[in-house]
Nanobody, 122 residues
Framework: QVQLVESGGGLVQAGGSLRLSCAASGRAISNYHMGWFRQAPGEERGFVAVITRGGGTRYADSVKGRFTISRDNAKNTVYLQMNSLKPEDTAVYYC????????????????WGQGTQVTVSS
């Protein structure tokens, strides 16, 4: 079993940048496809990005070209670099781990962190 802890959230002005980190313990993240999701108040949790065990990436259309997901297996950490932030990016951001499927749906993921709040002011 893997435990995930997100950090790096905060308050930023529109156009600014943040880098989120997801530190794993218990098992090596090299065993998992790692995803980032976000949930705004009153909305369902939605896909942001995924990085496969092999390093391949996929992004939601709404963040493509602005966000970059990466992984450092030696540090057992996944990152989400967020640039050109917009107010509509405001949400709680969660990282998740999945061993079998490269998925964009939350129900496919087995392990979740507690989330980190990102607030973008206009």
């Amino acid at each position: 079993q893997v435990q995930l802890v997100e950090s790096g959230g905060g308050l930023v002005q529109a156009g600014g940048s943040l880098r989120l980190s997801c530190a794993a313990s218990g098992r090596a993240i090299s065993n998992y496809h790692m995803g980032w999701f976000r949930q705004a108040p009153g909305e369902e949790r939605g896909f942001v990005a995924v990085i496969t065990r092999g390093g391949g990436t996929r992004y939601a259309d709404s963040v493509k070209g602005r966000f970059t997901i990466s992984r450092d297996n030696a540090k057992n950490t996944v990152y989400l670099q967020m640039n050109s932030l917009k107010p509509e990016d405001t949400a709680v951001y969660y990282c998740a781990a999945e061993v079998s499927v490269v998925a964009t749906t939350p129900n496919s993921y087995d392990y979740w962190g507690q989330g980190t709040q990102v607030t973008v002011s206009s």
